[in-house]
């Protein structure tokens, strides 16, 4: 199954598509059964029967205990693909899953960023903001250190979601912003890295959510604004797979197991602020003259490494 050009058009101009029956119902049940025994250590069910017996669950929250960008163990599994169940490890394996990661990053040539289990919990969430203008982010620092550019498709990578149940609108579905895969790297750089509020970007379209159907793909672009909204039915839950894909000639720095990540950040920052610019390609930094860095790149990096020398990498 390919992308229609339309569909691909849609992708380009609003960062990010949903594609629907992407995989087989069945399969989505069993991935969800087993998802359930590494999150509950039962059943949802089993585990609102327990909520409503005692009045109090635990939270099901992985705890990350890995210096790079792992997303850590809960009680009774590992959360981080790949996770020891097949009905869960060989959704990977869907050859038109592949193949539209494939159409959205523009080639054939296509690199592993990051898998893992994503389980919001009604009865315990606390994966959202106070208000409704709050808490909004683009992913892609969670698999690079290099900020965003204007370079859509070229240095951005692409996540997914797979719906392994029915996520209708009150059942806490990530809101997105169309378009602002393209507005980021302003934005960003205008508001000093982060976006505290979306109504201080008033070039920004209206959220809306990314409900689907059981067996579809959410795509997206880490350089896309989104974020996490309350459930309205604390009775249910939202389990994803979840995938990251870049382009093989940007994986360099774009992948899971990047210096930058966690801990080892207090060390590394420092250490790539004093070097030259020949080491720090050789942990996957793009050579000098590379066409990733622009006027605005370097604002970004300028921002992100302030003591670093940028003069050898001006355009």
């Known amino acids: 199954m390919l992308l229609t ?5 849609a992708f380009h101009r609003d960062g990010f598509i949903m594609v629907e029956d992407l ?5 989505m049940a069993v991935a969800l059964n087993d998802m359930e025994k590494i ?27 890995n210096a790079v960008a792992h997303y850590g163990d809960t009680e009774h599994g590992r959360a981080q693909f790949p996770t020891g169940f097949d009905s869960l490890d060989r959704l990977i394996e869907n050859e038109a899953y592949l ?8 080639t054939d040539d296509v690199s592993y960023c990051n898998a893992h289990l994503f389980m919001r919990s009604g009865p315990t969430d606390q994966r959202h903001s106070e208000h409704p203008w709050q808490g909004y982010h683009a992913d892609h620092g969670t698999n690079t250190f290099l900020p965003t550019s204007h370079a859509i498709g070229s240095f951005d990578y692409v996540n997914s979601g797979v719906y392994l149940h029915d996520v209708d609108d009150d059942c806490a579905p990530m809101h997105v ?7 980021a790297a302003d934005v960003l750089l205008r508001l ?11 070039e920004f379209a209206e959220p809306v959510p990314t409900s689907a ?8 672009s880490s350089y896309l604004v989104h974020a996490a909204i309350p459930f309205e039915n604390k009775r249910k839950q939202r389990a994803f797979w979840t995938l990251s894909m870049a382009r093989g000639d940007t994986s360099r720095w774009t992948k899971l197991a990047n210096p930058w990540s966690g801990p080892e950040q207090q060390f590394f920052q420092p250490f790539w602020e004093k070097t030259t ?3 720090r390609s050789l942990f996957g930094w793009p050579e000098l003259g590379h066409a990733y860095y622009t006027e605005t790149t370097l604002k970004g990096i300028a921002m992100r490494f302030p003591n670093m020398d940028l003069a050898p990498y001006q355009v």
């Open 277 to 279: 610019p020949r080491v």
């Open 5 to 9: 050009q339309n569909q691909l058009d």
């Open 99 to 106: 193949d539209v990661f494939a159409q959205c990053l523009g």
């Open 39 to 65: 999150f509950y250590g039962k059943s949802y069910a089993g585990y609102l029967m327990e909520l409503d017996k005692t009045g109090k669950v635990d939270s099901v929250e992985p705890t990350v205990t």
């Open 192 to 202: 000093g890295g982060g976006i505290g509020d979306i109504r201080e970007v008033p």
């Open 213 to 220: 159907k059981v067996g579809s793909a959410l795509f997206y």
């Open 23 to 27: 995989f087989e119902p069945e399969e």
């Open 177 to 183: 912003i169309p378009g602002s895969h393209r507005q």
